[in-house]
């Protein structure tokens, strides 16, 4: 019964990852709206709310991957694979403390601060492309774990 187990995991970190991408995708159209008729304070309500979404679901999938999540089974495997992980989740320590740091900035914009929103969208688009950056090298090194000979065999 743990391959169960183990594919109920994997299917509730790739349904937290769709979802969660959906978030990115909401969080960069928001903080790309150049439309005249929005005001930034309608802006920067649209970016709490929808913040507040992506910590959630960055949150679930962070621990979905740290508590028993698939990360284990790829370390069983391929020890040699460890020092990899580790700096992956390293990644995750440092956007919760960037999440923890820029969402009172948000929440503490006054509309007539525009130049330091904008300073918190530009901090927010690094946030989105760091955060891109690392589930493409957690999807190499799963690839890399499923896909990888270690030979042994005649």
Not at 19 to 26: D, F, N, P, R, S
Not at 101 to 130: A, G, H, S, Y
Request: aromatic share 6%; hydrophobic share 35%.
């Amino acid at each position: 019964m743990p391959m169960l187990q183990g594919n109920s995991t994997a299917s509730a970190a790739c349904m937290e990852h769709q979802v969660l991408e959906h978030i990115k995708q909401a969080l960069r159209v928001t903080i790309h709206w150049q439309a005249p008729a929005v005001s930034m304070p309608r802006k920067l309500s649209s970016l709490q709310f929808t913040i507040k979404s992506f910590q959630r679901h960055l949150e679930r999938v962070i621990s979905i991957e740290e508590e028993g999540g698939y990360m284990n089974e790829v370390i069983d495997a391929k020890p040699y694979f460890q020092d990899r992980i580790e700096r992956l989740e390293k990644d995750h320590g440092r956007f919760r403390a960037r999440l923890r740091t820029l969402m009172p900035e948000l929440n503490d914009i006054k509309e007539w601060e525009e130049p330091r929103f904008e300073q918190v969208c530009d901090e927010l688009r690094q946030l989105l492309d760091d955060v891109d950056r690392h589930d493409w090298r957690e999807v190499e090194l799963l690839q890399e774990s499923l896909l990888m000979d270690d030979g042994g065999e005649g």
